[in-house]
């Protein structure tokens, strides 16, 4: 009897690894796919579809799924002040280690000089696709534990949600100036933390899980201040109407495109 019930531990365990770590190469691999395809050679513009996958997860999808949680809402504002504060001097931490000389400025600078030092915060969303790939992890662990069929269905609506997310993540880190391969290994980095998510998962079920809406809502404060900080004001420099039109367009996809692929998912 005690070695049926080890083997279906290990069972659940295997089970649980291996859909972490599928979900997170699949849905990276998708995002790289559909970027560096369509993408590459329009990072600039598509600068505002990645606002809008990135507002739309974090104040949409992520943390309406904290605050309906049983956590005080006062203490996941304070995290959320938190965390939009922490990275706020994380990129001011930043930007001190970079030049502020641009092209055109009397200097010598090699060409595309400008979109080298452009989305400074391009490292910090990193940060934040890795705590959310964590808590996406135990969320995986915590459904194989009630139903195996459940794991399943819940790793495919994982995968749903992040192609999406992974899609403005790859832009964000084109437009900071990182190679194609760069974007792809550091988003696969970011992916093992599902994998340790869900071992997190396995071993502290019903301690871990309430630590799943603090870390949702400093991960979303990541995302937001990206956003709101750094590509916006990027977006702000072509004030045409010719340019805007098309800024709100894609933005408007973006919310659009994490409403259809997680409408399903909560």
């Known amino acids: 009897m ?9 069972s659940t365990l295997l089970s649980i690894l291996l859909a972490t770590t599928i979900a997170g190469i699949f849905s990276i691999s998708a995002a790289a796919l559909f970027s560096f395809a369509l993408l590459s050679k329009m990072v600039e513009r598509m600068v505002s579809l990645s606002v809008g996958i990135l507002l739309a ?20 504002f304070a995290i959320l002040l938190g ?25 010598v600078h090699e060409h595309g000089h400008d979109a080298h030092e452009a989305g400074k915060s391009g490292w910090m969303i990193l940060v934040g ?34 192609i999406p997310q992974e899609i403005g993540d790859f832009i964000v880190l ?13 988003n696969l980095i970011c992916s093992l933390m599902a994998v340790i998510g869900g071992v997190v998962g ?4 019903g301690r ?5 809406p603090y870390v949702l809502v400093f991960a979303s404060s990541g995302f937001i201040y990206i956003a709101v900080s750094d590509l916006m004001p990027q977006m702000q420099r072509r004030a045409t109407i010719r340019e805007t039109i098309p800024q709100i367009l894609l933005i408007g996809l973006g919310v659009a495109i994490v409403l259809f692929l997680t409408g399903a998912r909560h």
Request: charged fraction near 15%; glycine fraction near 8%.
């Open 208 to 212: 871990g899980m309430q630590w799943i």
């Open 174 to 186: 084109l437009n900071a100036g990182f190679s194609k391969a760069r974007a792809y290994a550091y």
């Open 83 to 107: 965390g939009l504060l922490a990275f706020f001097l994380l990129e001011k931490f930043a930007i001190l280690r970079h030049s502020h000389h641009y092209e055109g400025d009397g200097h």
């Open 129 to 162: 696709d890795g705590l959310h790939n964590f808590t996406d992890g135990i969320l995986i662990a915590a459904a194989f534990l009630a139903d195996p069929k459940l794991g399943l269905i819940t790793g495919l609506a994982i995968i749903a949600h992040e």
């Open 57 to 76: 997860t974090s104040l949409l999808n992520a943390l309406p799924e904290a605050f309906e949680s049983q956590a005080d809402a006062r203490t996941l």
């Open 2 to 10: 005690l070695h049926f019930y080890e083997a279906n531990i290990n």
């Open 202 to 205: 396995y071993y502290t079920l």
